[in-house]
Nanobody, 119 residues
Framework: VQLVESGGQLVQPGGSLRLSCAAS???????????MSWYHQAPGKERVLVAHIGTAEDALNYAHSVKGRFTISRNNAEKTFDLQMNSLKPEDTGVYYC??????????WGQGTQVTVSS
């Protein structure tokens, strides 16, 4: 099983990006039962939680710093988990990781995707 993030790139302040996390090695049923999170690691700082979605698509939680700017969504049939990032700020720069909270198993991390917000 693995997670692969994509979509990170250089973007100007105020711009938008959509990150995607593709899961493989899960059945559709197992993926649907797996809560997912996005984390952000800024340069020289610890990895912090950005947003979390439970198994119900309306079970959403966002960090205060991104609330109103970022939106998460999941497509269980496609086994994908997206992070729509709007009104990006330089402090949003860093590596974004997705994480699967595997029931009855170890958490699973992707390799990360780099987002750089700069003019």
């Amino acid at each position: 099983v693995q997670l692969v993030e994509s979509g990170g790139q250089l973007v100007q302040p105020g711009g938008s990006l959509r990150l995607s996390c593709a899961a493989s090695g899960f059945t559709v049923a197992n993926y649907a039962m797996t809560p997912m999170s996005w984390y952000h690691q800024a340069p020289g700082k610890e990895r912090v939680l950005v947003a979390h979605i439970g198994t119900a698509e309306d079970a959403l939680n966002y960090a205060h710093s991104v609330k109103g700017r970022f939106t998460i969504s999941r497509n269980n049939a496609e086994k994908t988990f997206d992070l729509q990032m709007n009104s990006l700020k330089p402090e949003d720069t860093g590596v974004y990781y997705c994480k699967a909270h595997v029931p009855h198993g170890p958490d699973l991390w992707g390799q990360g995707t780099q987002v750089t917000v700069s003019s």
